[in-house]
C-alpha cells in the first residue's frame, strides 16, 4: 500500500466484507462457515483499530467491533456464551455512544444497546436506552424503529395487566 490510511482503510473493507459472508451464511444455516467470516472479520478490524490514528475512521471501526461481537453473540448455542457475548456488544456499543457521541455511529450504537439489553432477557433497560436515543438523536431515522419497539413492548404489558386483572376478578367472583 502506498500509505498506511490505504492499508487500514482496506483493514476495514475486507473486514465489513466478511461481516457481510457471515450474515448470508447465517442466513443459510451454515453456522460453523459464519463464526469463522466473523472471527477473521474481527482478528482484521482489531488489527485496523490498532494501526488508525483517524477518530473518523476509529469510530467505524469500533462500530462493526461491536456488530461483529453481537452477531457472533447471537450465533452462539450456550446461552452462558451468548449472554457474554451480548454484555460483550453492550460494553462495545456503550464506549463507541461515550468516545464518538458526535459520530454518525453513535446512534446506530445507542439504537445497539437496546437490542442487546433485549435480546438479554432486560426489557426495561432496553427501554431506556431506546428513550435515550429519541433524546439524544431526536432527527435518527432509527427513532421510527425505535418509538414502534416501544410501542410493541408497552401493547403486550398492557395486554398482561388486562389479563391479570381479569384473572383477579375471576377469583373475586
Same mark, same amino acid.
Do not use: W
Given at each position: 500500500?502506498? @500509505? +498506511?490510511?490505504?492499508?487500514? =482503510?482496506?483493514?476495514?473493507?475486507? #473486514?465489513?466484507?466478511? &461481516? $457481510?459472508? *457471515?450474515?448470508?451464511?447465517?442466513?443459510?444455516?451454515?453456522?460453523?462457515?459464519?463464526?469463522?467470516?466473523?472471527?477473521?472479520?474481527?482478528?482484521?478490524?482489531?488489527?485496523?483499530?490498532?494501526?488508525?490514528? @483517524? +477518530?473518523?475512521?476509529?469510530? =467505524?471501526?469500533?462500530?462493526?467491533? #461491536?456488530?461483529?461481537? &453481537? $452477531?457472533? *453473540?447471537?450465533?452462539?448455542?450456550?446461552?452462558?456464551?451468548?449472554?457474554?457475548?451480548?454484555?460483550?456488544?453492550?460494553?462495545?456499543?456503550?464506549?463507541?455512544?461515550?468516545?464518538?457521541?458526535?459520530?454518525?455511529? +453513535?446512534?446506530?450504537?445507542?439504537?445497539?444497546?437496546?437490542?442487546?439489553?433485549?435480546?438479554?432477557?432486560?426489557?426495561?433497560?432496553?427501554?431506556?436506552?431506546?428513550?435515550?436515543?429519541?433524546?439524544?438523536?431526536?432527527?435518527?431515522?432509527?427513532?421510527?424503529?425505535?418509538?414502534?419497539?416501544?410501542?410493541?413492548?408497552?401493547?403486550?404489558?398492557?395486554?398482561?395487566?388486562?389479563?391479570?386483572?381479569?384473572?383477579?376478578?375471576?377469583?373475586?367472583?
Amino acid at each position: 500500500f502506498k @500509505d +498506511a490510511t490505504m492499508a487500514v =482503510q482496506t483493514q476495514f473493507t475486507i #473486514a465489513e466484507a466478511y &461481516f $457481510e459472508l *457471515a450474515k448470508k451464511h447465517r442466513q443459510l444455516k451454515e453456522e460453523s462457515l459464519a463464526r469463522r467470516e466473523l472471527g477473521q472479520g474481527r482478528k482484521l478490524m482489531e488489527e485496523a483499530l490498532r494501526a488508525s490514528p @483517524d +477518530a473518523a475512521l476509529r469510530a =467505524q471501526g469500533e462500530y462493526l467491533l #461491536a456488530n461483529l461481537t &453481537f $452477531e457472533f *453473540a447471537q450465533l452462539a448455542e450456550n446461552e452462558d456464551i451468548k449472554k457474554q457475548g451480548f454484555q460483550e456488544a453492550l460494553s462495545r456499543f456503550n464506549d463507541l455512544v461515550g468516545s464518538y457521541p458526535d459520530s454518525p455511529y +453513535a446512534a446506530k450504537s445507542q439504537f445497539k444497546k437496546a437490542l442487546c439489553l433485549e435480546k438479554m432477557g432486560q426489557m426495561d433497560q432496553a427501554c431506556e436506552e431506546y428513550v435515550k436515543l429519541s433524546y439524544r438523536y431526536p432527527d435518527n431515522e432509527l427513532v421510527a424503529e425505535t418509538i414502534a419497539r416501544l410501542g410493541q413492548y408497552f401493547m403486550l404489558k398492557g395486554r398482561e395487566f388486562t389479563e391479570k386483572a381479569k384473572a383477579k376478578a375471576d377469583e373475586a367472583k
